[in-house]
């Protein structure tokens, strides 16, 4: 196989995936998204995690929370909690690299607030521990996960949102992940903006 073949191999695993995540993902983004609405509208924030690619993820949707997305509104609450390394570091080295978020949504996280946990296999011990600290401040969490849902599955109640990736390739879990966060920009745009 030439290497411009298999670079096309990509493309079109990515669209195919694209196009079957549709039918069973729109829903659950659609309810995620006014749920987060309803949260924005009545003085909450969203608190947004991830690992690796995931922590890259957290921080691309909340600059488009806070800054914009495609359209000109005033700025949205919204915090990465995957930014902060003098807080990232301290917890780790004083207690466990398993409670990196778990603490800071103990800290920062209100009644009502949501969390944003994104894991592609679903089982980060970090991100767990996260929905637990989210469940303890009553806030509905928005769950981004892949292949079978991992763990993260038997933590989330009917109050939460869960966004799992039909697949079991990373790659194509993450570039998912991108598309449904965007999916979740636009409509908060549409739902608090109206418009087209």
Known sequence: ???????????????????????????????????????????GKILICGNGGSAADSQHFAAELINRFEVERPGLAAIALTTDTSVLTSIANDYDYNQIFSKQVRALGMDGDILIAISTSGNSPSILDAIQAAHERNMPVVALTGRDGGKMTELLTSEDFHICVPAKSTARIQEVHLLALHCMCDAIDHLILGGE
């Open 1 to 43: 196989m030439s290497l411009t073949t298999r670079i096309g191999k990509h493309f079109d695993d990515s669209a195919q995936l694209k196009l079957q995540s549709k039918k069973v993902l729109a829903k659950p983004i659609a309810e995620a998204s006014q749920a987060m609405v309803n949260c924005l509208m009545n003085d």
